[in-house]
């Protein structure tokens, strides 16, 4: 599955933004006034555009109007950069248009100038298409498997798992599985020793139970986890995985970071919160941090690591922005299921799509 491309709206408050988003939408999707800083927060919408595809469009606060609220709407349409597969700048004359420009060229984004804000949406697509970053159509799990392969799914119903659903990684794994033809044995672990009498090819758990599903089958099998496939499609696994080694460095006092990418409520089983900090805390007294949704540091100096979600719900500009900021900050960077492969002496052990 593709991911979508974001393509956001960068320009002075009042610059015409919301209005040619809503007008490329086809609907409202922001407020449009004439009174500067109208839009706040960054508004998605997601839409299909000819010669593109599947996109979110993405309506910035903007910048420039010195408002009371101005450094928070600057701070907010600069997180945006970090997933933006193409810029569209409004140039309005305001001052601060150039430095907006070279901003975005210094993070490598494409960017679509537009000087006239009633430009002709046909030609303004047809030149979003022309700069996309080329998208290489890969699958989640790689060269582990093929047609026909035996894969068992190991994915616990535990209370972190939302009611009357099964969560996105494990849906689109077993979609793809299912579309390379070949035989998903879906099990909790309660049921593993059943699902095991198929003699798979591969299994594919969890991160959360790597430990006890590494116990329970043969050290030959091929063994990975629903996480350490999606670090692979979204971010950059070789660093991911040498990430995770730093966790043999951490001593008495390390910070760490706990990066996740979206916001959600945090039970007492939380992987992110709970369950890895304790693991954490069980070699040395580490301090951990924790910071989630759209908020990133960008202080990122004072880890000795960071352990990011696998990113389900945000696209790999995101996560790869995050990798090249700890990369910058020469912080190490890995991922909830490398981490924990890590903890459980298993990092070399598990298998890499
Ligand atoms: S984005 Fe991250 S924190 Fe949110 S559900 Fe996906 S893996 Fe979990």
């Not at 498997?145 to 689109?172: N, T, W």
């Not at 000795?304 to 990369?327: F, M, Q």
Request: aromatic share 4%.
């Amino acid at each position: 599955m593709t991911e979508p491309y974001q393509i956001s709206f960068f320009g002075a408050t009042n610059s015409g933004k919301s209005t040619l988003v809503n007008a490329i939408a086809g609907q409202k999707v922001s407020l449009v006034s004439d009174r500067p800083g109208t839009t706040t927060d960054p508004v998605r919408k997601r839409i299909e555009l000819p010669e593109i595809g599947p996109c979110v469009l993405v309506d910035t606060a903007g910048y420039g109007d010195g408002g009371e609220l101005g450094s928070e709407r600057e701070r907010m349409t600069r997180q945006v950069i970090d997933s933006t597969d193409v810029a569209v700048l409004l140039l309005s004359g305001n001052p601060e248009d150039a430095k907006w420009q070279k901003e975005l060229d210094e993070r490598d984004v494409p960017v679509v100038a537009v000087e006239d804000r009633n430009v002709e949406f046909g030609a303004l697509i047809k030149r979003i298409a022309a700069v996309l970053p080329k998208v290489e159509e890969r699958f989640l799990t790689g060269r582990l498997v093929h047609h026909g392969s035996v894969v068992v799914l190991v994915m616990p119903q535990d209370s972190e798992a939302p009611k009357g659903r099964i969560i996105l990684p494990q849906v689109r794994v077993l979609r793809e599985l299912l579309d390379r033809r070949c035989i998903p044995v879906c099990c909790t672990p309660d049921k593993l020793q059943d699902a095991l009498k198929t003699s798979p090819d591969l299994v594919i758990t969890d991160s959360q139970v790597f430990g006890l599903v590494n116990a329970a089958i043969p050290p030959e099998m091929p063994l990975t986890s629903f996480s350490i496939l999606l670090s692979a499609e979204k971010g950059d696994i070789g660093v991911m995985t040498e990430g995770a080694r730093a966790i043999g460095g951490l001593k008495d006092g390390s910070r760490v970071l706990i990066a996740e990418a979206c916001t959600h409520v945090p039970n007492t089983e939380d992987i992110g919160r709970v369950k890895i900090p304790a693991m954490l805390r069980k070699k040395a007294n580490i301090v951990v941090d924790v910071s989630a949704g759209n908020d990133f540091p960008d202080d990122l100096s004072v880890y000795s690591l960071i352990i990011h979600c696998g990113g389900c719900t945000v696209n790999s500009k995101l996560v790869r922005s995050r990798i090249r900021k700890a990369l910058l900050s020469g912080v190490p960077i890995t991922n909830y299921g490398l981490a924990l492969a890590y903890m459980h002496g298993i990092l070399d052990r598990v298998s890499l799509p």
